[in-house]
């Protein structure tokens, strides 16, 4: 291959891998909001749901006699959601 067209071809090279840079920077923004929504929704879940559901679990086997139905219901209630979570898309 004359020099001409080795120049040519490292040239081409390096623009396709400019382009493959930026396109990875994109990406990799986009990638950092969809984390970010996955954080929130978790933490509307922990917080929103799951927490008040525990609370009462403990609340119920503090009080004397202790409500273990209540108690029980409330963490089924939590793996519930667990179970529900993992399912979604």
Do not use: Y
């Not at 120049?7 to 990638?31: A, P, T, Y």
């Amino acid at each position: 291959m004359p020099d001409r067209e080795l120049h040519k071809e490292v040239e081409n090279l390096r623009i396709r891998v400019s382009e493959l840079e930026n396109q990875m920077f994109v990406d990799n923004q986009h990638n950092g909001h969809d984390l970010s929504r996955v954080i929130a929704e978790h933490n509307v879940l922990l917080m929103g749901r799951v927490f008040p559901l525990l609370s009462d679990a403990i609340d119920a086997l503090e009080i004397f006699p202790a409500e273990k139905g209540i108690a029980l219901r409330r963490l089924r209630a939590v793996l519930s959601l667990i179970s529900d979570t993992s399912k979604a898309p």
